[in-house]
């Protein structure tokens, strides 16, 4: 009940295109659902986040699509630049039981330019 | 940059021993947390510190042990190390009243020979 479901697990896109990851979660009491992305030596680092009160939400090309009803949400990266290549990660977390992240898996993206 | 500090950047060190991992949050950020990531477990939770008082526990091992001090920063003991240690770990910090948003520390990478 506590896991996030990524896809894919990678992803190549060519430059200029449309990078779409997928997460899907059981747990209808998550509250929050961020999705870092990390570069190799990083930290992952906070790219956008959304409550479930609201179906989208967009920051510069980067835009979260939620399903509450199919327990669903995405990241699309639209125009994708090559110096997008990284590691994206969905997560969700419960405000009450102190905001611990569950992570998906991870989504490794390559954009060929 | 985050403005989460984490020492050592890297460690190596032999089965068995005990280690002790720093962690600064950002300036103003009463909340810590300690996160695992490894290549089969992925991101994992650890515990979670709100000033000074441990708030939230994930999949800690007992050999495992935190705290947070009273000028904030963090600190993660590791002991008894087996090789399955062998991961990166994150410090987080957010901001009180926007407790979901977490930011990431650099990481140390703990090598386990």
């Known amino acids: 009940q506590q896991q996030v479901k990524q896809s894919p697990q990678s992803l190549i896109v060519q430059k200029g295109g449309i990078s779409i990851i997928n997460c899907a979660y059981e747990?209808?009491?998550?509250?929050?659902f961020p999705w870092y992305q990390q570069f190799p030596g990083k930290g992952p680092a906070l790219l956008i986040a959304?409550?479930?009160?609201?179906s989208e939400k967009k920051e510069g090309r980067f835009t979260i699509s939620f399903n509450k009803s199919a327990k669903q949400f995405s990241l699309h990266i639209m125009d994708s630049q090559p110096g997008d290549s990284a590691t994206y990660f969905c997560a969700a977390s419960i405000t009450q039981y102190g905001n611990k992240l569950v992570f998906g898996a991870g989504t490794i993206l390559r954009v060929k330019s | 940059d985050s403005g989460v500090t984490q020492t050592p950047k890297h460690l190596i060190t032999a089965t068995g021993q005990r280690v002790t991992l720093r962690c600064s949050p950002r300036?103003?950020?009463?909340?810590v947390y300690w996160y695992q990531q490894s290549l089969d477990q992925g991101l994992q939770f650890l515990i979670q510190y709100y000033n000074g008082e441990e708030r939230a526990k994930g999949n800690i091992l007992e050999r495992f042990s935190a705290q947070q001090f009273p000028d904030l920063h963090s600190e993660l003991n590791l002991s008894s190390l087996e090789l399955g240690d062998s991961a990166l770990y994150f410090c987080?910090?957010?901001?009180?009243?926007?407790?979901?948003?977490?930011?990431f520390g650099p990481g140390t990478r703990l090598t386990v020979l």
């Open positions: 987080a910090s957010s901001v009180s009243g926007r407790d979901n948003e977490q930011f």
């Open positions: 959304i409550r479930p009160d609201v």
């Open positions: 747990n209808t009491a998550f509250d929050y």
């Open positions: 300036s103003g950020d009463l909340s």
